[in-house]
C-alpha cells in the first residue's frame, strides 16, 4: 500500500488554477501578463508608509479575532458615506484574510449536508471548491454574452427546498458586466418566500463605469439575510496583503466567526493598523477608483478597436472580454496558450469559469489593471492579428 493508492481526493476535478498556469507560461515566455489580475503598478506610499511604520512600532501580534476595532469602525463609516447604510461594527463586520477567507467561511458556516447552492455562470473558481468541501451541490444558472444579464425564470426554476445560499458576484469576474438594481429586486422577489441566503462577492464595488454600481448594502430586503464580502486587495492595488471583509447581520456572522476563528484566527495586525489609519487619514481614497481604471480600460479599448477582435461590453472590474471567432478557430485554452506563444501576450480563457462552457464561445479576458505603457504594448501585439 502506498499512501497515494489510498487517498481520496476530496476534490478530484480540482488542478492548478488556470492563473497560476497562465503567469508561469508568461514569465517563462517572456509575454505581457493581461492574464491574473493583479496591478503591476505600486500602491499609494503613504499606505506602505503606514504598514512600514505599524511593524515597526510593535503591532505586531495577534488582532482580535474579529478584527482590529478602529479598522472595523472605519469600514462602517466607509460603508456609511458610499451607501448610505448603517452597519454595527462589532457585531456586523468581521477582518478576514483576503476576500477569499471570508466566501469560504461563508459557505463553510452556512452550507449543510446536500444542501444546493445556486452559481451563475461563469462563475469565480472559488466558489465550487468550497461548496464541495462543505458537501453542498452547486446549481447554476448561464449568464449569456455579451451582456451576461442573468435570465430570472431559468434562476426561478433551479429553486427546491434543498435551495440554501445564492452566490452573486457584481461588478463581474470574468465579464466585466455589472448587475441592475432590477436584477437585485428579481432575485429577492424569487427568494423572498423561501429560507435563502446571499453572498454576495462584491470584491469590485469600487470600480464600475457610467452608472453607479448596485450593491445588497443598498437592498432593504435583501441585506438582512446577505453577506456581503469586500476587499483591500483590489480597492487599493494591493493584492498580496489579502486583507478583506464580510458584513452580515448579527446571527450570521456569529456562525461566521465560529469558522474563521479557527481558518485564520486573524488578519496580520500591522496591515489592518495600517489601513485602518489610512482610511481616516484618506476618506475619499476609494472615490477615484472607477476614473482611474475607465481612463485603463478606454485606452485598452480604443487601442484595439481597429482590430479583429470584438470588445464586449465592460462597465465594471478591470477585465475586458474580447472575441476572437474573426482571428481563430481554436478553442479558448489552446488559443491563449497560442497568444502567449506567438504573439507574447497572456490572457485568461473564458470557458475555465463554466462547469459547462457554451458551445463554440471564443472569449478571451485581458487584465487591465496595467501600466499604460503595459496595455499599448499589448494591443499593439494583438492588433497585428
Ligand atoms: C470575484 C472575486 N472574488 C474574490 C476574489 C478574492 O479576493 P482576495 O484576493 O481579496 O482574496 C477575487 C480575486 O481575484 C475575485 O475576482
Redesign the pocket.
Known amino acids: 500500500m502506498t499512501i497515494a493508492s489510498v487517498l481520496i481526493s476530496k476534490l478530484p476535478s480540482v488542478g492548478t488554477t488556470i492563473f497560476t498556469k497562465m503567469s508561469a507560461l508568461a514569465a517563462e515566455k517572456g509575454a505581457i501578463n493581461l492574464s491574473q489580475?493583479f496591478p503591476d503598478f505600486p500602491p499609494d506610499s503613504r499606505l506602505l508608509e503606514r504598514a512600514s511604520q505599524a511593524i515597526l512600532t510593535g503591532n505586531n501580534q495577534y488582532s482580535p479575532m474579529t478584527g482590529l476595532p478602529m479598522l472595523r469602525e472605519a469600514i462602517a463609516r466607509l460603508i456609511e458615506g458610499h451607501y448610505g447604510r448603517k452597519v454595527n461594527s462589532n457585531d456586523d463586520i468581521t477582518v478576514t484574510?483576503?476576500?477569499?477567507?471570508?466566501?469560504f467561511d461563508a459557505i463553510a458556516a452556512l452550507v449543510h449536508d446536500g444542501d444546493e447552492v445556486i452559481l451563475f455562470d461563469p462563475a469565480?473558481d472559488?466558489y465550487e471548491p468550497a461548496v464541495t468541501l462543505a458537501g453542498g451541490v452547486c446549481r447554476r444558472v448561464i449568464l449569456k454574452a455579451p451582456d451576461f444579464r442573468p435570465d430570472w425564470q431559468a434562476f426561478s426554476e433551479l429553486l427546491t427546498d434543498k435551495t440554501r445560499l445564492v452566490i452573486i458576484?457584481t461588478p463581474?469576474?470574468p465579464t466585466g458586466s455589472c448587475w441592475l438594481e432590477e436584477d437585485l429586486e428579481s432575485l429577492w422577489q424569487a427568494i423572498a418566500q423561501r429560507d435563502i441566503y446571499v453572498l454576495s462577492?462584491e470584491?469590485?464595488e469600487f470600480i464600475h463605469f457610467g452608472k453607479s454600481a448596485v450593491s445588497v448594502h443598498q437592498h432593504p430586503e435583501l441585506i438582512k439575510r446577505s453577506l456581503v464580502?469586500s476587499?483591500?486587495?483590489?480597492s487599493f492595488h494591493l493584492?498580496g496583503w489579502?486583507?478583506?471583509y464580510i458584513v452580515a447581520p448579527k446571527a450570521l456572522t456569529v456562525e461566521l466567526r465560529k469558522v474563521h476563528q479557527f481558518v485564520s484566527f486573524c488578519t496580520a495586525t500591522p496591515l489592518q493598523q495600517a489601513l485602518a489609519e489610512h482610511l481616516i487619514a484618506e476618506p475619499e481614497a476609494s472615490a477615484g477608483l472607477s476614473g482611474f481604471y475607465q481612463q485603463k480600460r478606454d485606452v485598452l479599448r480604443n487601442a484595439l478597436a481597429d482590430s479583429r477582435f470584438t470588445l464586449l461590453p465592460c462597465t465594471g472590474?478591470y477585465f475586458q472580454l474580447l472575441d476572437y471567432s474573426e482571428i481563430s478557430d481554436l478553442d479558448d485554452v489552446a488559443f491563449c496558450e497560442w497568444l502567449i506563444d506567438q504573439v507574447g501576450v497572456a490572457a485568461i480563457p473564458v470557458s475555465v469559469f463554466y462547469q459547462q462552457p457554451p458551445t463554440n464561445q471564443r472569449l478571451i479576458r485581458l487584465c487591465f489593471a496595467k501600466e499604460e505603457s503595459t496595455l499599448l504594448d499589448a494591443a499593439q501585439r494583438l492588433a497585428r492579428l
Do not use: P, Q, R, W
Open positions: 489580475g484574510s483576503g476576500a477569499s477567507e471570508a466566501i469565480y472559488l458576484n463581474h469576474n462577492d470584491v469590485y464580502v476587499s483591500f486587495g483590489k493584492t489579502k486583507v478583506g472590474t
